[in-house]
């Protein structure tokens, strides 16, 4: 484990801020701090990196190569001090020269390069990787503009650039030696030799993609692995050069523009597939680069051939943004080391492992073969023979079933499916939560299920507790250790002799204090950001997370609207105060996830300049939602709200980080609110909603309608028609979109069949949470119950049920 003194500490750290800035540290502003301090703890970690990369090259242990188009890791100074074990020594150091760590700490740009879920889930599983002693690596693209900025400008969201990379980033070491060029476009043709088929590919455009090592630190075990970021690059001596020599200048520029696209900007849709060709681009430009980095690796330091790759390497998929890993891996063994096809197959589908996040139907990618073809004509003619070689095995069993066939091909209408191609190709397929795993199983992808169940498997989703509850909530933390010991920060799921003092009134009292306190944090922030005064005393009632129909933010908001009006019609209502805080962006091209933000800030307003509820209710949308927002969110949460119609949320994490920092869930029966309901027991959960049942039995049978629902309930009419008569802003077409897929195009998400459920359970919230003693003993019941959703626990069973790595460590 790394040590070191404060005295040492000190003297490090004024060293460093001098070599780095050219004067004393009394003259420096807040930022040359950070610097110096990010900088330092950069340098404190350097050494273990490369210790752990000798390690693993001299061992020649199964690394694990975890491939994403996102990875959403936030602000890494503090998790990285934390990881250290030097926080505490480092916050009295700084403190001797009046420096508060907290404040530097902020001044941090969040790394935003992931849309919400799936990206935040790569960076927990690379904290977990590294913790556990894993070799497990990250893959991605280094994309210059991150996750847009959200500004909220008369009630909309307006989207601007996430220029991330503006100040130096500390925490990246460029490697050009280790660049991989990447060809796009051109012709293949066939030679035969002596014999044997050979590609030549001919007329491509050649790209540099160069890679950006990021440090990953496990836990207090000095093992650091590394996230490999790709940014797209022209090759110089190739183009350049001879734009230049031509005198044609602008024509170099753009052409180096035209390249440097490729990494330039993450694509800002979650859930919703648009064929657009840059991002086949990207796909490929950081699949290819990272299998050629692997391989290049691989032969430089692997203790075998490329034969037993499957035995020394796990490639990761991450959705199947990254599946074109399969056709390059044969490319590759095929084409370059002059592999046979039954090998390149046997080594490629026994090395990549799939997991599955959506079954939405519209977020599944599927590419058109035109497109396909010309801009990855060798690619194109191996995923050609692969459906080839599939749809033969096919049609040996199930023999004249064209139909299921054609269902079941991975090219078909003009389109390559890529879940197809990930299912086809790799030897793993799992869901993100039980109940998604059974659909994907048993619905979604149910033929390929039947023609080979023990592909399948599930692997429920978990977050990180060294920057989910030691990051994010340290007084929580420093409270459970004094009460159950610091066993559970090395096993999470020792967390559970916490529930052995649920009904103990003095840890009832201070769990009340702790959250109060962070409470009042988030109170202050508000005020402060945006000019809100909300009561820490009220029950903070947070739903955050991407702005989706299917997540139902309406649901929530309706209800506000309902129980405004019943306090209009009897402002003595007994109710417990309650400050609503939403947050999420939009994709930008989502028309009606925009909308629905308007209609939350419009709602929001109206309320909040009523002075008749304003004891007693407040809304608050919280502006440009991202991970260092909701670390400060999530902690001061009372209720949790999980609120998607059952089936459509795969799993859920935002649901685990708020249970493990002591809120109480509101949620449907969905994704992994289920898991979380089965650990804590339903005296600890609010249920409320449609079963899956009857969700699947409206999608199959009809005869869900949104005007019967209207027309048979006053309450319900009178707030789908506060949404358009002018009560909330003067403009009564304004909120026509929200208003339209609730009723007009009847509601595929089910919110007014949900309705008075959702109010029924929330009139149990108020009661729950007025008896101090029985809410506080929930609170401590889902704390207690919260460790299995580390998502150490789930890498744990990446590991051993798929990966099959770690077992060195164990076995030591
Ligand atoms: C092609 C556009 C696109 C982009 C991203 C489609 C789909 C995605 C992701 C699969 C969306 C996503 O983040 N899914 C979420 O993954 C989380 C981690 O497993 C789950 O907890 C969420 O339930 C799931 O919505």
Known sequence: ?????????????????????????????????????????????????????????????KQVYYFSMEFLLGRLLGNALINLGIKDICREALSDFNINLDSLEELEEDQGLGNGGLGRLAACFLDSMASLNIPGHGCGIRYKYGFFQQKIVNGKQIETSDYWLKNANVWEIKKSDKAQVVRFGGEVTTINEDGHLRFNHTGYEAILAVPYDIPVIGYENEVVNTLRLWSAEPLYDEFDFSSFSRGDYLKAIEYKNSIEAISQVLYPDDSFYEGKILRLKQQYFFVSAGIQSIIRHFKAYGKGTLKDLDEKIAIHINDTHPTLAIPELMRILMDEEGYGWNEAWRITSNTISYTNHTILAEALEKWPVEMFEKLLPRIYMIVEEINRRFCQELWNKYIGQWDKISKMSIIADGYVRMAHLAIVGSYSVNGVAKLHTEILKKQEMSDFYYFNPTKFNNKTNGITHRRWLMGANPELTDFLKETIGSGFIKHPTDMEAFAAYAMDKSVQERLHQIKLSNKKKLAEYIKINQGISVNPDSLFDVQVKRIHAYK?????????????????????????????????????????????????????????????????????????????????????????????????????????????????????????????????????????GLTEREVLDYYQKGGYSATDMINGDYRIKQVTDDIVNGFYCGDKERFRAVYEHLVTYNDEFFVLKDFHSYLKAQDKVDNLYRDFSKWQSMCAVNIAHSGIFSSDRTIQEYATGIWGSGFLYKNL
């Open 1 to 61: 484990m790394f040590n070191i003194d404060k005295e040492t500490f000190k003297k490090d750290y004024e060293e460093k801020f001098i070599e780095m800035h050219g004067k004393d540290l009394h003259e420096g502003t807040d930022y040359n701090k950070y610097e110096a301090l990010a900088s330092l703890t950069r340098d404190y970690v350097v050494k273990m990196w490369i210790n752990t990369n000798k390690k693993y090259n001299f061992t020649g242990e």
């Open 552 to 688: 139902r933010q309406t649901l929530n908001c309706l209800r506000i609207m309902d129980l405004y009006r019943r306090l209009i019609e009897n402002p003595n209502l007994d109710i417990v105060p309650r400050t609503f805080i939403f947050a999420g962006k939009a994709a930008p091209g989502y028309y009606l996830a925009k909308n629905t933000i308007e209609l939350i800030n419009a709602v929001a307003n109206k309320i909040n300049n009523d002075p008749k509820v304003n004891e007693k209710i407040k809304i608050v949308f919280m502006h440009n939602y991202r991970v260092s927002l909701a670390e400060t969110i999530i902690p001061a949460a009372d209720l949790s709200e999980q609120i998607s119609t059952t089936t459509k949320e795969a799993s859920g994490t935002s649901n685990m980080k708020f249970m493990m920092n002591g809120a109480v869930t509101i949620a449907t029966l969905d994704g992994a609110n289920i898991e979380i309901r089965d650990e804590v027991g339903d005296e600890n959960i609010i249920i409320f």
